[in-house]
């Protein structure tokens, strides 16, 4: 039996958010040093330097992830300040897909359908990522 083989739903999902982040998505502010994506959920973490100052470190688990994918869905208005740079339809349609892709999880277990599996991408891991490290969105 392998280790992911326990994982949740919600916990599958939430590390393939952060192996979209890892893939492309946070290099724009981040540099990643160290990373476990397989193995048992409390392993799961990366962690990395960000790239504003070159010296600020960062750590994230699985559980961190999986936080901070519920804050977006729940709580969209502390995620997106102003200062973000983010166009505000946008900021508004990532909580939308997410709580759509947590209600699938809940609903039907995974993997999830290509129509959500698709949707998972280097933009969407890095928001989840950051709100992971800083609580909200800041590049």
């Excluded at 326990?6 to 393939?16: G, H, I």
């Excluded at 502010?29 to 476990?36: D, H």
């Excluded at 892709?101 to 999830?112: A, C, F, K, N, V």
């Amino acid at each position: 039996m392998s280790p992911t083989d326990t994982y949740t739903a919600r916990q599958r999902f939430a590390v393939d958010v952060l192996n979209a982040a890892l893939g492309g998505g946070i290099q724009h502010w981040a540099r990643v040093t160290g990373q476990t994506t397989t193995g048992p959920a409390g392993a799961i973490a990366a962690d990395g330097v960000d790239l504003a100052d070159d010296r600020s470190f960062w750590h994230v688990t699985l559980s961190d992830v999986e936080k901070a994918i519920d804050k977006v869905i729940d709580r969209p208005e502390d995620c997106f300040g102003p200062d973000a740079g983010i166009d505000p339809v946008f900021s508004a349609s990532i909580p939308t897909l997410l709580r759509a892709i947590r209600d699938e999880l809940t609903s039907h277990g995974y993997p999830l359908p290509q129509f959500y599996a698709e949707r998972v991408d280097a933009v969407m891991g890095d928001i989840v990522v950051q709100v992971a490290v800083a609580d909200e969105v800041i590049y």
